[in-house]
């Protein structure tokens, strides 16, 4: 194995889009060009799979090293009404692109930090969401939790409106790699967060565990998921920590390359703790990501409605997810747009009632086929080109390029199907991007993307 992963270990996309944002084709997209593409995707779902929402809350009291997402650091509380009240406006610029009103069917509270916000300003957006809109019979409201700053009253207040998932980003229960990465919560936080959310009534609580990352040994890994044993959350993400440190504002320059484990060692962390997680019954979902069978994701993926997008792994695909707050992003299947990042470009624009787009992208046929692709691999860890939908010009090449990860047997090739096998699971990313055409176009000349294993 050792071999095989120095082999493949290469920077690649995690692939919650395709095309990937720095392949985005920006001379051609344009607000009107998006709005059309709303239009044309809510007309076509809403009433039959309803929509999906994300609503970015970008605020958090300390920066966490690890974290390449987009925030905003401030102890000021002030900031959270006037946030959301521009959320709120910007809802109703969508809502005035539609014909009828609209029916959600997921909607999910990310960060920075959701639980910065006070559980009465939290219950207020998402009534002032939810009073213009119904929901679906099976509808899904989750939210991220910190478990340091999560109260009773935020896990209340949430359940009130509808929310009956959680996750808390867990990371590493060592000491010292938790003040590497600044994010110190000892056990029995988690422990309280996890048990009140499942006394409220909360029916899937997640937790989020990171290898890879700084002074993280195998032991310190293998004690996290021991300890995660004891409270036996619902779903896992147990991913790869990016090491991005050229991107602005994520705080890891603040240790070097040497301080992180090799290659070799984040694979032998990720394959001791996948079969600790199997021996207690949680089942691997996708990518990173793993299930009881008693939960939501584990059902999706064994009935083949296992989705991914934006916000990771899903349990049921909609066409249109609308991402509302600053540095969202929206897809509306035939196209993507991104939101300005700067929270006061963000608020002024929304103010004088534009859409506050700043860039997308708008797939072309190719692009939806490919799109297809590599959800299928993403999802079911196969995919196939019978059916004309599916087939492309360059599928010849496509399959050149995997000959080689045939020959590893990380992949199985008939006709006009591709399997991943067991063994090739851990290198899904690599078998995408053999599809991902626009890569294989142009090799990107600097650092774009995280190491793939």
């Excluded at 997640?206 to 993280?216: A, K």
Aim: one cysteine or more; a neutral charge; aromatic letters at 12%.
């Amino acid at each position: 194995m050792c071999s095989i992963v120095q082999k493949y270990n290469v920077p690649g996309p995690r692939y919650t889009s395709y095309p990937t944002v720095p392949y985005w084709d920006l001379n051609s997209f344009s607000g009107k060009k998006w709005e059309a593409s709303v239009t044309k995707s809510f007309k076509a779902s809403n009433s039959d799979e309803g929509i999906s929402l994300y609503i970015h809350l970008p605020f958090c009291e300390s920066m966490c090293t690890f974290c390449g997402c987009h925030k905003r650091i401030t102890k000021r509380h002030d900031v959270e009404l006037p946030y959301i009240k521009a959320i709120l406006k910007e809802w109703k610029l969508y809502r005035d692109l539609f014909s009828e009103k609209p029916v959600i069917k997921e909607l999910h509270l990310g960060g920075g930090t959701p639980t910065f916000f006070s559980p009465e300003n939290l219950k207020y957006l998402i009534n002032g969401i939810l009073k213009w809109a119904d929901t679906t019979d099976d509808y899904e409201f989750s939210f991220e939790g910190h478990p340091n700053n999560t109260t009773q009253k935020h896990l209340h207040a949430l359940f009130d409106v509808g929310f009956r998932r959680v996750s808390y980003g867990v990371q590493d229960y060592n000491e010292q790699v938790q003040k590497a990465i600044h994010r110190v919560q000892p056990f029995e936080n988690v422990k309280k967060v996890t048990h009140w959310a499942r006394e409220i009534g909360y029916t899937s609580i997640g937790h989020d565990i990171i290898f890879g990352l700084p002074f993280q040994t195998l032991a310190h890994v293998e004690e996290t998921i021991i300890r995660t044993k004891e409270l036996m959350p619902d779903r896992l993400a147990f991913y790869s920590y990016a090491h991005v440190p050229w991107l602005k504002g994520n705080g890891q320059r603040g240790y070097k390359d040497t301080d992180l484990p090799s290659a070799d060692e984040k694979r032998l962390q990720y394959e001791n703790g996948k079969a600790l997680l199997a021996q207690v019954g949680y089942c691997e979902i996708g990518m990173d990501h793993f299930a009881l069978k008693s939960d939501s994701l584990f059902k999706s993926m064994e009935s083949g409605k296992l989705h991914r997008n934006f916000m990771g792994y899903t349990a049921s695909k909609t066409n249109l997810m609308i991402g509302l707050g600053a540095s969202s992003i929206s897809d509306s299947w035939y196209g993507f747009a991104q939101n300005v990042k700067s929270l006061e470009e963000y608020q002024h624009l929304v103010e004088n009632d534009i859409i506050p787009i700043f860039r997308g992208h708008m797939l072309t046929v190719e692009d939806q086929i490919i799109r297809r692709h590599i959800l299928n691999l993403m999802c079911r860890f196969e995919t196939s080109w019978d059916r004309w939908k599916l087939h492309f010009s360059e599928i010849d090449e496509v399959l050149k390029r995997l000959g080689e990860m045939e020959s590893d047997e990380l992949i199985t090739i008939t006709e006009n199907q591709i399997k991943i096998t067991e063994r090739g699971k851990p290198f899904v990313r690599n078998i995408c991007m053999a599809f991902d055409l626009l890569l294989q176009r142009k090799a990107p000349e600097t650092k774009l993307f995280s190491m793939t294993i």
